[in-house]
Antibody, heavy 123, light 106 residues
């Protein structure tokens, strides 16, 4: 079955960096676009970034543009989120999610999610 | 930029009730609209995609409709496990979630 396992969260000071990982299994990772989504404590869902199945196309939310970078290693079935210049308002549970659609094109939603990893930005 | 709204923001209902949640986009998104259910401390679960397609494994009491800018999620007969927060999401442009609708017990 499809499994997504995030890691790399923790407590970090403002201005510092952190890299999240998401290890995928149970499906052909290289066939699907992948996403990062975050949820601040007690708040709603915020899409963060997308990377195409082959890693050639990336988009990110305005709130993280220039600070966060999404990447993937299809040989390791792993998705990454490099987060630089972290701010207190970045404090959230970060989820990786698989797109519901194979290949390129408009997303059909996010069919599978990891359990989330908590990032806390605080001095 | 597209904006997403949901109504109501919360509702109280009883087991067996028919529940309808509305989602509106500020401009047309065709049918690129998904619905998710999220329970406290858990990851969201995809219920409906492309406005009306039921995700595999999701009970048939959940249904979605709409196109363009106005969409609805209907739960035909609310079950105890359905008390949760529901989010719509557009994927016509870079993905954007609605603010959520919390469904709790009356």
């Amino acid at each position: 079955q499809v499994q997504l396992v995030e890691s790399g969260g923790g407590v970090v000071q403002p201005g510092r960096s952190l890299r999240l990982s998401c290890e995928a299994s149970g499906f052909t990772f290289s066939m699907y676009a992948m996403h990062w989504v975050r949820q601040a404590p007690g708040k709603g869902l915020e899409w963060v970034a997308i990377i195409s199945n082959d890693g050639t196309i990336k988009y990110s939310a305005d709130s993280v543009k220039g600070r966060f970078t999404i990447s993937r290693d299809n040989s390791r079935n792993t998705l990454y989120l490099q987060m630089n210049s972290l701010r207190p308002e970045d404090t959230a549970v970060f989820y990786c999610a698989r797109d519901n659609r194979m290949g390129h094109g408009y997303s059909y939603g996010f069919s599978n999610w990891g359990q989330g990893t908590l990032v806390t930005v605080s001095s | 930029d597209i904006q997403m709204t949901q109504s109501p923001s919360s509702l109280s209902a009883s087991v067996g009730d028919r529940v309808t949640i509305t989602c509106r986009a500020s401009q047309t998104i065709s049918n690129y609209l998904s619905w998710y259910q999220q329970k406290p401390g858990k990851a969201p679960k995809l219920l409906i995609y492309l406005a009306s397609s039921l995700q595999s494994g999701v009970p048939s009491r959940f249904s979605g409709s709409g196109s363009g800018t106005d969409f609805t999620l209907t739960i035909s007969s609310l079950q105890p496990e359905d008390f949760a927060t529901y989010y719509c999401q557009q994927t016509y442009t870079t993905p954007l979630f609605g603010p959520g609708t919390k469904v709790d017990i009356k």
